[in-house]
Structure formats: structure tokens, C-alpha cells
């Protein structure tokens, strides 16, 4: 434990006043050890949520006794998940059999699309998901995802009519603690937990990774407020994850806001490259790196960890390294990318496929025409291209070369999965582009880049701050020549 800073001190003696507080934690910056110091500091009895159960582990080794240590879904388990412990080891099933048996037997037409049984099934559970991440009281047609070429309202409105009454029947389904055919999960019962309107008894509550919180957790945590003091801690420039429903809830909580702005995992030279990203967000914080911790920023040969922006860049990043004859580690597998492989065989050999991504296309050739001439296609563009060049085998191999990362020499991730790690010596990968040029030039009459985006410039803090000794910038290296790029702290 280092000598807590002025920061940490300020903060403990906010909390033995009794405020509701707002951490904004920078990265390694020292949060868990803070909350510690707030925990030690006080006799009363607290509750301290994490994102994970890893997380969870470790602050329970590390909080006093008086503190209880748990995951949301561990809380939400104690509630009510266990009487559906039966239900959640029932064996895996695929959607459209779970679909055939809520009674989605045939296909609806929807404009020039047909929606296949199968993908009517995928829309349905997705739609109970999503509504089980929401702080909703009840299903309604905006839970329900919008499906690639489905553009207008009116097809959008058609998909949800058809998808309701399902979703309504998956549900009720669900609610059934003995016996059903949708597959339970955790999200299932957290959020009947949170319908029940929970009182956590606790005299403080901590809740950490407060800028990943669904709106459902969001929910809970805050209607503590009448009882118990309440404590966000967080980082919302690392706020990443607003695509799979979580928000930051940070900013506008109604707290006391202080700042760690100190991190004791890298140097000042990291340090400045963190604050040039945080320059082109709205966080509230810059850091400042550790003066006895000599990290570099340059080349690195041979990393411990290559970090992309895309699943899509991450497999074309194993393959490279396979290909060098290194033994790689993906973080959290393949599957992913298996799944869509898979999905392309099917294309590229004449049949449909069931994939949510990709189930309203009839063949690999208009999901190649798709990807190049359809902006809202784009996305999928590196994928055609990683499967056009490599083929869907190579990669489904290449998944399966694939080393344990505790025997790795490298291991490959995306920046979002590289979240609460850190590695010595770090490259980013190249699938990070620059902004592209917009109409304006500069004196010299060359072309100026338009600003860099608010998403691009919080993944790549998170991508940047992950190193402890040295930083390739790689792929990001254009932010050196970027004219918005702020210079130093």
C-alpha cells in the first residue's frame, strides 16, 4: 500500500461526513485501495458491488470484515436467483428450438424480407434480454433489436408486432421456477430482483465500475439512497460500453464529485498520452503519471500484449502471430468469431444462416455487396475481407491453435475486453484508423482531419493506459501529427 495521496485523504474524510460521493478514478489511479481507506475508516457496516466475480474475490481479501463483497448477480442470487437454480443448469439449446416450442412454427414477411423462423426466435430472446438490462417495469417494442436491412419505421414497427407476443410468453415463461422451455440466465432473475423494488441492508454502498452500470443495476443502487450512504466509483472516460446497454451514471449523480487523478501503474511520459485522448472527451479528469516509474513510449519488438479495436482485428492479429510461430492467447476465446466464421460457411456454401448478424442475407455475394456499397454495412467490411482472404476454415483453426494464456508469449485482445488488465510491455494494433479528412484545409491547402470522436477517443485512453513499462502506439501513432492532439499533461 503507497502513501495515500492528498486526493485519497480528501476523499475519506467526504465519506465520514457521511456524503454521497462520486470517485472519478483515473486509470490506476488506486480505487479499490481508496475504498479500502473509506472502509477502514468507519465501524458501520457497508456493501461493496463489483462488476465481476474476479473483482468481487479480491475486495473481499482486501475490505475489513464489516464490508461484504459481492457481485450484483451474487446479491440478486441470495434474493430470489437461487429457487431457479434447477433452471439455470438445464442444458444448452438453440434459439429456434426455443422458439418452435413458444410456438414460432413459420416465417413472417416483413417489406422484400422474409424472417425466418429461426431469426424470429434470435429477435425474441434478444428483446428479453435487452429489457432485462433496462430499468423498464414492463416488455415493450423499443427492448426489440433492430435487425441488419430492416431500415424504416414501418419495418421496424412490423418486426415488433410480430416479436411482442412471443417475447410476452418468453417471460412469463421465465417467471416459472419449476419448470419452462426459454434457457434461464443471470440477467433473468437480477432484473426480477430489481422489479421487486430491493432494500440492501447496509449502512454505506459501494458500487465500482459505476460507468458500466446497466440502467437496471443503475436503478437499484439509487433507490438506496433514503437508507444508506451511497459511493459510485468509476472512470467515465471508460465508459465503452453504451452499444450492450450499460451508461454512464457518474456525471449526473447527485454526490459530492472528487477526483483520483495520481496513477501508480505507469509514468508522466504515459501519463501524457492518457490526457491527449481524455483532451477530446468530456471526463473530467487529467492524470499524472508516477515520477519513479520509468514507462517508455516507442517500439516494442515483441509485446506482451497486442490490443485492436475490433473482434475482427483481433483475429487478423492472431493469425499474424501464429503465423510468426508465437504462442497466442486471445482474451475470452474465439467463440465469437467462430460463431461468424461459421456463419459465413454457410453463406459462401448456398445455405441461410441463423446468425442475428447476418440472417437476412441470402448469400455470401450480397453480404459482400452489402459490406462495400451500403453505409451501414460498413462494419461488417473487415469481416468480408478477413473471410475473403483467409477463408472461414483458417480461422476456425486458427481458434482452435489457440494457447492458454498463462503459457502465451503474447496474447491478443480488444481494447474493450483488455479493460481492469495491464501488461508490462504493450502494442497497439493497426485497426485503429485516424478520423478521415474533412472539408476544410490548412494553410499549406492540405486536407484537416475532422476531430477525433468522443467512442474512438475513450477506447483508445482505455487501449493506451493499459501498459506499465513501455507503449507502442502502433496503429494510434497518428495522433502525433493529429492538429486537435493537445501537447503534454
Known amino acids: 500500500m503507497h502513501t495515500p495521496t492528498d486526493e485519497q485523504f480528501h476523499a475519506v474524510d467526504a465519506f465520514r461526513d457521511g456524503q454521497h460521493l462520486v470517485l472519478q478514478a483515473g486509470a490506476g489511479t488506486g480505487k479499490t ?20 466475480k474476479d473483482i468481487a474475490t479480491d475486495a473481499a481479501s482486501r475490505f475489513p470484515r464489516s464490508v461484504l463483497c459481492k457481485t450484483a448477480h451474487a446479491t440478486a442470487y ?37 424472417i425466418s423462423h429461426r431469426a424470429l426466435s434470435h429477435a425474441v430472446l434478444r428483446t428479453v434480454t435487452r429489457f432485462c438490462q433496462s430499468a423498464d417495469q414492463a416488455l415493450a417494442p423499443h427492448h426489440v433489436p433492430v435487425l441488419r436491412r430492416l431500415g424504416t419505421p414501418a419495418e421496424r414497427a412490423q418486426l415488433a408486432a410480430a416479436v411482442m407476443p412471443f417475447a410476452g410468453k418468453a417471460w412469463k415463461d421465465l417467471k416459472n421456477h419449476e419448470e419452462g422451455v426459454v434457457r434461464f440466465e443471470h440477467d433473468h432473475y437480477l432484473k426480477m430482483w430489481a422489479l421487486t423494488e430491493p432494500k440492501i441492508e447496509a449502512d454505506f454502498l459501494f458500487l465500482d465500475e459505476a460507468q458500466d452500470t446497466n440502467p437496471v443495476l443503475e ?7 433514503g437508507h444508506a450512504q ?35 501503474r505507469f509514468g508522466p511520459l504515459l501519463a501524457e498520452q492518457a490526457n491527449r485522448w481524455l483532451a477530446f472527451t468530456d471526463a473530467p479528469i487529467r492524470l499524472t503519471g508516477t515520477d519513479t516509474i520509468p514507462t ?40 465469437t468469431l467462430v460463431a461468424l466464421a461459421r456463419a459465413a460457411q454457410d453463406l459462401r456454401d448456398g445455405r441461410r444462416t441463423s446468425h442475428p448478424e447476418l440472417v437476412l442475407f441470402a448469400s455470401w455475394g450480397e453480404l459482400q455487396d452489402y459490406a462495400e456499397h451500403d453505409a451501414a454495412g460498413r462494419d461488417l467490411q473487415p469481416f468480408v475481407e478477413l473471410v475473403d482472404t483467409h477463408g472461414p476454415e483458417a480461422i476456425i483453426a486458427a481458434v482452435d491453435a489457440l494457447t492458454d494464456e498463462s503459457k502465451a508469449e503474447v496474447t491478443v485482445s480488444t481494447a474493450h475486453k483488455a479493460k481492469g488488465r495491464e501488461w508490462p510491455e504493450v502494442r497497439i494494433a493497426d485497426d485503429f484508423p ?48 493529429h492538429p486537435g492532439a493537445v501537447e503534454g499533461p
Open 434 to 481: 485516424p478520423p478521415p479528412d474533412s472539408d476544410r484545409q490548412d494553410d499549406s491547402g492540405c486536407p484537416i482531419p475532422e476531430p477525433v470522436s468522443d467512442i474512438n477517443a475513450r477506447l483508445a485512453y482505455v487501449a493506451v493506459t493499459r501498459a506499465r513499462r513501455q507503449l507502442d502506439l502502433g496503429g494510434l501513432a497518428w495522433i502525433e501529427s
Open 230 to 264: 451511497l459511493v459510485m466509483v468509476g472512470d467515465s472516460a471508460q465508459a465503452i460500453y453504451g452499444w450492450r446497454g450499460a451508461r454512464d451514471v457518474m456525471t449526473g449523480f447527485e454526490a459530492t464529485h472528487l477526483t483520483l487523478t495520481r496513477s501508480f
Open 78 to 114: 441470495a434474493a430470489i436467483g437461487h429457487r431457479f437454480a434447477r433452471r439455470l443448469s438445464s442444458p444448452r439449446q438453440p434459439a429456434w428450438r426455443i422458439g418452435q416450442a413458444l410456438g414460432i412454427r413459420s416465417p413472417v414477411r416483413i417489406g422484400d424480407h422474409e
Open 33 to 52: 485501495s481508496t475504498l479500502c481507506l473509506l472502509a477502514a475508516s468507519t465501524d458501520r457496516r457497508g456493501r461493496y458491488l463489483a462488476f465481476n
Open 296 to 335: 517508455r513510449v516507442g517500439p516494442v519488438a515483441c509485446p506482451d500484449a497486442v490490443l485492436c479495436r475490433t473482434n475482427i482485428g483481433a483475429m487478423t492479429e492472431v493469425l499474424r502471430q501464429l503465423e510468426a510461430g508465437r504462442r497466442v492467447a486471445l482474451t475470452r476465446g474465439g467463440q
Open 219 to 225: 436503478q437499484v443502487f439509487g433507490a438506496q439512497r
